[in-house]
């Protein structure tokens, strides 16, 4: 397997990402479903993702087609791309509506085709926060891990897919939308292709989530305060706020057009500006959600991200999910 080189653009840096992140789960158990990531590391696919970097016009032209800033929104259009480009692929539908009498039952988010078969795959990016609830435990459960804004959770996410968007094309109304697009629904293969990072208590041990897979990518979450004292003992460190649409790739800075990041004093100061800015905790509007950092190591022309966490009120978590 080769290692790919620096990539100079963040969409393609993100593409990379889909292509070679491993899944967060290993099994779906219940589900007839098989799990997926993207693509396989080796030098075919290090070698396109180079070529796509030095010419980006074409994966920059298919995002500027998405009508949603959601991050949800861009990581799907993304597996996208890579159905409709990646040779041996082809994408024979994107966002499949299944309905009947104007009744919406659901939607396919990709039909994709390979010589290994026909592929209905549905896909996600999530980011979840484990809470500690009992110790000694060989895995933690689903429903223990919560999106930063506490209104999602893993284990209602999962029985979602499970149990109303992967059986699709089983049920009438989807074998018929299939038909329609000239699609025979007994050749479709149902694929999870789930992505993104878990991240454990800092203050807690907390066992990983029944199913996980063994290399899923994962951070640290902190209290406000406990992150705040961890950072008045590196006081050499350097900190870079990511916004959302930066939550895939490791974050990367280029020196001569970017600025640099905070060291642990000013992003210190930062966060507690942040979070004081927050009158009445117990008022749901006047929450503030969750920072997600990565603390930045400085090499030859770039920053380059080390490790990430989140960084939560001290009131965290709220609400019901």
Known sequence: MGKLPPLQHQAVRDLAWVCLSPPLLNALPGSKAGIIA???????????LSAQDQQPQQLNQHLSLL??????????ALCAYIWQHYPGRQLRCKNLQVSDNGKTFGEYDLIGQSATGLYHIEVAVKFYL????????????????????????????????????????????GI????????????????????GYLFYPAHSALATPVHSHSQHLRGLWYYQRDFIKLLKQQANSHWLELDKPLWLSP????????????NS?????????????????????????PLLLAQMQQQPQRWQEQQRCFVVPDYWPWGKT
């Not at 329609?180 to 992505?195: C, D, F, V």
């Open 38 to 48: 993207g693509l396989q590391n080796d030098s075919a696919v290090l070698s396109w």
């Open 67 to 76: 009508k949603s800033p959601r991050l949800g929104i861009y990581y799907e």
């Open 130 to 173: 484990g809470l500690s609830e009992k110790d000694n435990e060989a895995n933690s459960h689903w429903q223990q891990w919560l999106g930063p804004n506490c209104n999602d959770r893993l284990d209602k996410k999962l029985h979602r897919l499970r149990d109303h968007q992967l059986p699709l094309s089983r049920t009438t109304q």
């Open 176 to 195: 018929a939308a299939l038909q329609q697009q000239g699609i025979p629904a007994q050749q479709l293969h149902s694929r999870l292709q789930l992505q």
């Open 251 to 262: 974050a990367v800075l280029y020196q001569e057009h970017s600025p640099a990041p905070l």
């Open 265 to 289: 004093e000013a992003m210190a100061q930062s966060i507690n500006d942040y979070f004081t800015n927050t009158i009445n905790p117990q008022h749901k509007s006047q929450k503030q959600r």
